[in-house]
């Protein structure tokens, strides 16, 4: 018994490299799940904040991206002649058929309007920031 302790114990040592790389992995892993589901959660009070109209509440770029986060794109496009910058958000690990939320906004920063589209089956809505 104490011999297959023995040997038991010397190919863990022998393996503790292999073993604390698998660790980290494992770690890492579990790390990357919870920025999901925390950055999934920011998605969702986004997504809420479109359909209940509060999105309009968010008057400059840095308050959306401090309440919602970094959108997971951005480009430049033309609408009448304006410039506009879109930002898009979607769900952190779902790239096809998830929920999307573009976000317009003008060459002052402020949001011009905003698109929502429900993802498989889902609705699109789309409307415009009111006018102050």
């Known amino acids: 018994m104490i011999i297959t302790f023995f040997f038991a114990g010397c190919a863990k040592i022998a393996h503790m490299d292999q073993l604390l790389t698998l ?12 920025e999901i589901k925390r950055q999934d959660a920011k998605f969702e009070r986004l997504v809420a904040a479109v359909e209940e109209g509060l999105i309009a509440k968010y008057k400059s770029q840095k ?33 096809f058929g998830s929920p999307k939320v573009y976000l ?29």
């Open 63 to 95: 308050s959306v991206s401090g309440e919602f986060g970094q959108p997971v794109y951005v480009w430049q496009t033309d609408d009448d002649g304006q410039s506009l910058e879109v930002w898009a958000y979607r769900y952190a690990a779902q790239f």
């Open 104 to 132: 317009y906004w003008n060459q002052s920063g402020e949001l011009v309007r905003w698109e929502y589209q429900g993802g498989k089956n889902g609705k699109n809505e789309q409307e415009a920031a009111p006018k102050i």
């Open 23 to 34: 660790k980290a992995v494992s770690d890492e892993q579990t790390q990357m799940g919870k």
